[in-house]
Nanobody, 124 residues
Framework: QVQLVESGGGLVQAGGSLRLSCAVS????????MAWFRQAPGNEREFVAT????????SYANSVKGRFSISRDTAKNTVYLQMNSLKPEDTAIYYC?????????????????WGQGTQVTVSS
């Protein structure tokens, strides 16, 4: 089992920044892929970014490319999502996810473990 606990959400004005954290614990996950997804009211959960725990290789959704950055700190067992130039359309619950596969999947159905989510609200 892998446990994921997100933090860092909140209310921010458009153009502002937030950094989300995801604390990872449990079984050995050095070969895992980590990701952030988000879900706005009435919408499907969508892919935001993914990172290989072992290599730190990353992938991003086109909607956040150039504004968001995913990273991981292996010493702290934590994954981060730095969000800059936030827009009202970024408002959503953000979820951290882990996959036991080394492939950087963008589909939520490829991820085995999920955090409880953290709310991000961007005001205009």
């Amino acid at each position: 089992q892998v446990q994921l606990v997100e933090s860092g959400g909140g209310l921010v004005q458009a153009g502002g920044s937030l950094r989300l954290s995801c604390a990872v614990s449990g079984r050995t996950f050095s070969q895992y892929t980590m990701a952030w997804f988000r879900q706005a009211p009435g919408n499907e959960r969508e892919f935001v970014a993914t990172i290989s725990w072992r290599t730190a290789s990353t992938s991003y959704a086109n909607s956040v490319k150039g504004r968001f950055s995913i990273s991981r700190d292996t010493a702290k067992n934590t994954v981060y999502l730095q969000m800059n130039s936030l827009k009202p359309e970024d408002t959503a619950i953000y979820y951290c996810a882990a996959s036991s596969s080394s492939t950087r999947w963008t589909s939520q159905y490829r991820y085995d473990y999920w955090g409880q989510g953290t709310q991000v609200t961007v005001s205009s």
